[in-house]
């Protein structure tokens, strides 16, 4: 079966420029989750879906992230006005509903690379 | 506030030999996640730890939890060049709507002949 899906895979983009990445999670999974991973860093948490709904998007890291999802599927992260510090790779995952499949990992996409220049 | 805390974050070992990575976490937790990452790619789940005591092995990996430490170990045993790739922990403290796992900085292994 299709895994989580993310597109584009590479995009570079210039200063002040808005952009938007695609997650396709998972048939079937319910709660959907962006990261971001810097060169040579770990994951750092952005925002959770749970269905629709958002709640913790404590991690988005300033008011020129946003991200919705509908239909309880598909998602977008936007960043508005790019900056060079937001170069990074942007990873989505999706699991089954924490409540319903306690043991449930969360599954990877490949990522999005954003380069600002 | 959940944090996570891995070491070593670098681990050159040789092939054949055995070595542990830990990973504390800050508070309690009901869920505690392994993963890997090979260079350019995105993460693998490894191993999911539920509850205290709990041991999961997979070829030459072998993860642990103690809740009561908040700490869990990645054994690996007899390391091949083929483990070579970071990886991360994550734990969770789920409670009603908060969902999210939060990282380790992640362990760089790099198993020489």
């Known amino acids: 079966g299709a895994g989580v899906s993310q597109s584009p895979s590479n995009k570079v983009t210039e200063k002040g420029k808005d952009v938007e990445l695609r997650c396709d999670p998972i048939?079937?999974?319910?709660?959907l989750y962006w990261y971001r991973q810097s060169l040579g860093q770990g994951l750092e948490f952005l925002i959770y879906f749970q269905g629709n709904s958002a709640p913790d998007k404590s991690g988005l890291p300033s008011d020129r992230f946003s991200a919705e999802r509908t239909g309880g599927s598909v998602s977008t992260l936007t960043i508005q006005r790019t900056q060079q510090e937001d170069s990074a790779v942007y990873l989505c995952a999706s699991s089954f509903p924490t409540e319903s499949s306690y043991n449930s990992p969360l599954h990877f996409g490949n990522g999005t690379r954003l380069t600002v220049t | 506030e959940l944090k996570v805390e891995q070491n070593p974050l670098f681990l050159s070992m040789q092939e054949g030999k055995n070595y542990t990575i830990y990973c504390n976490y800050s508070t309690t937790s009901d869920r505690l996640y392994w993963y890997r990452q090979d260079p350019g790619k995105s993460l693998e789940s490894l191993f999911v730890?539920?509850?205290?005591?709990a041991v999961k092995q997979e070829g030459r990996l072998m993860a642990s939890l103690d809740t009561k430490a908040r700490l869990s170990t990645l054994h690996i045993t007899a390391a091949v060049h083929d483990l070579s790739a970071t990886y991360f922990c994550?734990?969770?403290?789920?409670?009603?709507?908060?969902?999210?796992?939060?990282f380790g900085k992640g362990t760089k292994l790099s198993v020489k002949p």
């Open positions: 994550a734990a969770s403290n789920y409670g009603g709507s908060q969902g999210n796992l939060i």
């Open positions: 048939s079937g999974h319910t709660a």
């Open positions: 730890l539920l509850s205290n005591g």
